[in-house]
């Protein structure tokens, strides 16, 4: 295994990633490409493996889901999820347990910028919200004189209007730095 740069760089692995009834996940279609194997390979081992995948670390997207995905994933890797008759979501603990399952080569360095990929969100979304909690402490310590700067500093905290963004893909954004498709 490679110390070097990562086999899949961070920002594909970043698109991969949507908020799916309220969890970051990724869809086997996805992770198949990752991994170099087909979808079917990766579902079969899956379906092998099932006690693996608690309802937690996997489920099966609804028609409807999988129906608004369509609407958001325009690419020749997933033409023709809206045909899907299953498509299944992995979150974070899932992806970690398809390395146990997959053992390539291939397969541990991409859970690896996977898991990395995950860490890097949490840290990104932590950090925002210790910035939120610490402003909130300086600006009570703080008179008046302060207000013009504390005032600033929450308008660039607060994500950019949507209605205000340019034409083409949208994404909803969960923090003003790091994007994750709302599904």
Known sequence: MSNGPSIV???????AIYLIRGQKVMLDRDLATLYGVETRVLNQAVTRNKNRFPSDFMFELTREEIMRISQ????????????????????????A?????LKSERAIEVNIAIMRTFVKLRQILESNEELAKKLAELES?????????F??????MIPLDPEKRAIGFHVREESPIYKVREI
């Open 9 to 15: 760089p961070m920002e594909r692995v970043e698109q």
């Open 72 to 95: 958001f994933v325009i690419s020749s890797e997933t033409p023709d999820i809206k045909y899907s008759k299953r498509v299944l979501a992995f979150t974070e603990q899932g992806v």
């Open 97 to 101: 347990m398809l390395s146990g399952i």
């Open 141 to 149: 310590k703080y008179d008046e004189q302060f207000r013009m700067v």
């Open 151 to 156: 005032e600033a500093i929450r308008e660039l």
